[in-house]
């Protein structure tokens, strides 16, 4: 591991063998990797005597429902008393997927008053110093692929049996699209240890990829026959939807999950927008090929961050004006786009 000092992996070592209560928290609109890591390293750490919960601000999609880990989920949206106590009684406050507090919602001011150990475990850039203890790797393809390592590292492997291994499984699996991005030797020597637990990857693929409703494969259709807009001049596309078309296609968190990725099948597109509208904001999500910053782009026009490939950012502009907005960009970053190598 490239950032982390060994001294880091001792202290973590120490603190984890001290803990008994110990709270793991992904970010926001958990996605696989997020809910993945978090209960691969929670079961891992339930087997090794600890009582742990897994505290994910809000609810996360069903396609993610099936995981056999034995660790409780508290969605801090859905009961806010149990996932607030759990959160303060723990000793050891573990934050996975996310590389700023604000990235954990409303969770953010208790995390941020957390007054006892903080360990972040991520492969975000630019992390910011909010733990006690980080461990920040972005050359990893995913947070489970880094918390496999980290389990090594503070000599833990040992407690990882079937149930976090398909967990962890399930975190490289999303991240990286099924294996076909950011992947790296050290994704398959990880996935091949991973597969000695003896998971079930056929099962996994179809509970992940396969596992869709009627109204979101309508929805999906809709989008990209409907609402997706093509910029052949400047390798560019962005689909949109409003909170009332979601309502049309009972919209469930999820349903949108991956649609960001379509307009890059294109032939030629390099950079592809998504925006869904919310009720307070209108979410972004951007997704690049070769060397176009998705992440740049969040962060200089749309309040966010993220991977190079893969970003997302928010807009308090009403909707139209948000697509306006990334439209009459596009001639700013033309030269950028057109000279992206893929
Ligand atoms: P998605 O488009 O799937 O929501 O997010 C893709 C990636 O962009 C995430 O893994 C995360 O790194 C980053 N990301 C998404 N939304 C935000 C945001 O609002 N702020 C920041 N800093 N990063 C984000
Ligand atoms: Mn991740």
């Not at 600890?50 to 989920?73: M, R």
């Not at 990286?176 to 000695?196: P, Q, Y």
């Not at 996994?204 to 001049?233: A, C, T, W």
């Not at 596309?237 to 919209?251: G, M």
């Amino acid at each position: 591991m490239k950032n982390t000092e060994i001294q880091t992996f001792s202290s973590i070592k120490n603190i984890l063998k001290a803990a008994s209560k110990i709270s793991i928290v992904p970010h926001e609109n958990p996605d696989g990797d997020a809910i993945g890591s978090a209960l691969g390293l929670g079961q891992a750490l339930k087997n090794m005597g600890k009582e742990v919960a897994v505290i994910p601000v809000n609810d996360y999609p069903d396609f993610l429902k099936w995981f056999s880990a034995d660790v409780p989920v508290l969605v801090y949206e859905r009961d806010k008393k149990s996932a607030k106590s759990a959160l303060f009684e723990s000793d050891v406050l573990i934050c996975v997927d996310f590389n700023e507090e604000k990235r954990a919602g409303h969770l953010e001011k208790m995390i941020h008053s957390f007054g006892k150990t903080k360990i972040l475990i991520d492969h975000h850039p630019y992390p910011t110093d909010f733990c006690h203890h980080t461990v920040s790797e972005t050359q990893y393809s995913s947070t489970a692929e880094l918390v496999f390592d980290v389990l090594a590292k503070v000599e833990m492997t040992s407690f990882i049996d079937k149930r976090a291994a398909e967990a962890l499984y399930t975190g490289i699996l999303t991240d990286t699209g099924g294996f076909s991005h950011n992947t790296s030797k050290n994704t398959f020597r990880v996935v091949s240890e991973l597969l000695e637990y003896d998971i079930e990857t056929d099962k996994i693929q179809s509970s992940v990829f396969h596992n869709f409703s009627p109204d979101r494969m309508k929805l999906l259709g809709y989008s990209l026959n409907d609402k997706m807009v093509v910029f052949p001049e400047y390798r560019a596309a962005y689909i949109s939807l409003t909170k009332d078309e979601l309502k049309q296609f009972n919209f469930k968190p999820g349903d949108t999950e991956g649609f960001v990725n379509y307009p890059l099948s294109i032939n030629n597109i390099v950079f592809s927008a998504l925006f869904i509208e919310k009720d307070e904001y209108v979410k972004a999500s951007f997704r690049s090929k070769g060397n176009f910053p998705a992440n740049a782009f969040s962060r200089d026009n749309f309040n966010g961050g993220g991977h190079l490939n893969a970003a997302g950012g928010e807009s308090f502009l009403n909707f139209e004006e948000t697509i306006k907005k990334f439209t009459q960009l596009l001639p700013q970053y033309k030269h950028q786009l057109l000279d992206t190598i893929i």
